[in-house]
């Protein structure tokens, strides 16, 4: 059974403040890896979809790595902004997609 | 533009009563999703589809029942509510099942039993 788990469950850093999210998974038979966005009282909004094959995405401040052979992906985001404040969920999708409990950010001004 | 909505978006009802959530979507997607998120669990799958008429069991779908008679709307049945199933429940859809796919998903519903 695929678990995923992400550290630390809560971080908070100061406005500008480069920081990374980490996600391990212990199957490493999987489609893709996602991380999501979730805002108090919101659902998920899709960030970045890495492929199995690929080794990294960029969005804009954001860049996620994976490390399928290891199980390890982490989310990188650059100059912080109190507006990146929310839930970071990984997911990785395999016969289904299967969550972690999130990393929650705060980013204080 | 195209969403997915939840309704209701909160909703208190009792013990062994039927309640039914409702999930429709303006995607055009034909698979849908229903998962429930609580502390110490995540996301956990309910039910799932993959088109019209089709319905499968997830993770945690004892006590829960969905029905998929058009491609916008998946609604999620608990047949006789529990305490147990206080929770937030997120419906999401999404294209196709493949190495691409992303799912969309609602605003959620967060219910209460008592």
């Known amino acids: 059974k695929q678990e995923v788990t992400q550290i630390p469950a809560a971080l908070s850093v100061p406005e500008g403040e480069n920081l990374v999210l980490n996600c391990s998974f212990t199957?490493?038979?999987?489609?893709?890896l996602q991380w999501f966005r979730q805002d108090p009282g919101k659902g998920l909004t899709s960030l970045l979809l890495?492929?199995?094959?690929?080794r990294e995405q960029t969005s804009g401040r954001l860049n996620a790595s994976l490390d399928k052979s290891s199980g390890r992906s982490t989310l990188y985001i650059a100059a912080s902004q109190p507006g990146d404040s929310a839930t970071y969920l990984c997911?990785?999708?395999?016969?289904?997609?299967?969550f972690g409990e999130g990393t929650q950010l705060t980013v204080n001004p | 533009d195209a969403e997915i909505t939840q309704s209701p978006r909160h909703k208190i009802t009792e013990t062994g009563r039927q309640v039914t959530l409702a999930c429709h979507q303006t995607?055009?997607?034909?698979?849908m999703f229903w998962y429930r998120q609580d502390l110490g669990h995540g996301l956990r799958l309910i039910h799932y589809?993959?088109?019209?008429?089709?319905?499968n069991k997830g993770e945690v779908s004892d006590g829960y029942s969905v029905s998929r008679s058009n491609t916008e709307d998946l609604p999620l049945t608990l047949e006789s509510a529990a305490s147990s199933q206080t929770s937030v429940y997120f419906c999401?859809?999404?294209?196709?099942?493949?190495?691409?796919?992303?799912?969309?998903f609602g605003p959620g519903t967060r219910l209460l039993v008592l």
């Open positions: 999401a859809s999404s294209q196709a099942a493949t190495s691409q796919e992303t799912q969309y």
């Open positions: 199957d490493s038979a999987i489609y893709n």
């Open positions: 890495i492929q199995s094959s690929q």
């Open positions: 997911a990785v999708k395999g016969s289904r997609l299967t």
């Open positions: 995607w055009n997607h034909n698979n």
């Open positions: 589809s993959y088109g019209v008429q089709d319905t």
